[in-house]
């Protein structure tokens, strides 16, 4: 049996598995396939993206084993080529990030888009596609976890983290594959604005080194970074349920709207304690130990 026909037969079973339990958690309804998404690539079936976060776990994973197992630290100085991808890799995500922003709130704007409440139509084939080349963008920050194992900073590879990572991927598929636009806009285009702000973070870092007087000078804005994604995550769970309780379920597909509901809560739950941990708890515990010293 050759590597096709391996395939094809993974393909038929976890299509198969995904969209029956897609169709028991509406009900019986089946999901149809968006005519603006049919035949571009990792769409049709969801296989490539259980593929592609089942090899990001598996990865990750053994990642962590083989890093705790050998006791291996994070290094003093990264290797040139590694430090080199880091920079390239950030410069793509805050280039492609700026890219979805302003182009799907500019397409929204051409279409007479309100905040919210923006039904899908099949026929708004451009924001679909971009709405596309967002869900595939989720592939392209598995690196961001990646280069985590690769520089052994087991520190920052967290549950929010990986869960994060892990669960946009599968939802954007959903959306992608069902329903390419309309009042999924807000969510891309806020996402994507966020992360130009994430990955210049990024950038910023993985070009600044590791001096502390300089990272203090350049990267004192992190805390209101991660305010400013709990911030994205109360907007659309207002947007979520506002439109739960006032949108026709005939303009968008309320199941969406009941999965964005209750995972923006996962996520504020998840950053609301990071955030407390490191940012409150946290110079808490360090200004007692420097109390204890000078005792």
């Known amino acids: 049996m050759g590597p096709m026909e391996v395939y094809e037969q993974v393909d038929s079973y976890v299509s198969k598995t995904v969209f029956e339990t897609i169709q028991r958690l509406r009900g019986g309804e089946v999901l149809t396939q968006s005519e603006i998404t049919k035949g571009l690539p990792c769409v049709d079936s969801p296989t490539p993206i ?23 630290k994070p290094r003093p100085k990264e290797p040139a080529i590694l430090s080199l991808f880091v920079i390239f890799h950030n410069f793509v995500n805050f280039s492609l990030s700026l890219y979805m922003c302003v182009g ?21 084939v451009k924001m679909g596609h971009l709405i596309y080349i967002f869900y595939m963008s989720k592939y392209i920050e598995f690196m961001d976890t990646v280069i985590m194992v690769l520089k052994r900073s087991t520190r920052q590879i967290s549950l929010l983290h990986v869960y ?35 990955y210049l973070y990024y950038l910023l ?35 979520a349920y506002t439109d739960l309780k006032y949108m026709d379920p005939h303009k968008y597909p309320r199941f969406l709207f009941q999965i964005l509901f209750y995972y923006m809560i996962s996520l504020l739950a998840l950053f609301g304690n990071f955030y407390v941990h490191k940012y409150v708890a946290g110079p808490k515990q360090v200004g007692k130990s420097k109390g204890r010293k000078a005792e």
């Open 50 to 72: 259980v593929l592609g976060l089942s090899s990001y776990l598996i990865f990750v994973v053994l990642g962590l084993i083989i890093i705790r197992a050998l006791d291996l």
């Open 104 to 124: 799907i709130t500019l397409e929204a704007i051409s279409h007479g888009y309100s905040l919210w409440g923006n039904a899908y139509n099949p026929k708004q």
């Open 164 to 198: 994060h990572h892990a669960s946009i991927s599968l939802i954007w598929w959903i959306i992608t594959y069902h329903a390419p636009g309309g009042e999924a806009y807000f969510s891309a285009a806020l996402n994507s604005g966020v992360h130009v702000f994430m």
């Open 205 to 239: 870092a993985a070009t600044v080194g590791k001096n502390e007087k300089v990272r203090r000078k350049y990267l004192w804005w992190g805390k209101y970074l991660t305010q400013l994604q709990m911030f994205q995550f109360v907007l659309n769970m207002i947007q």
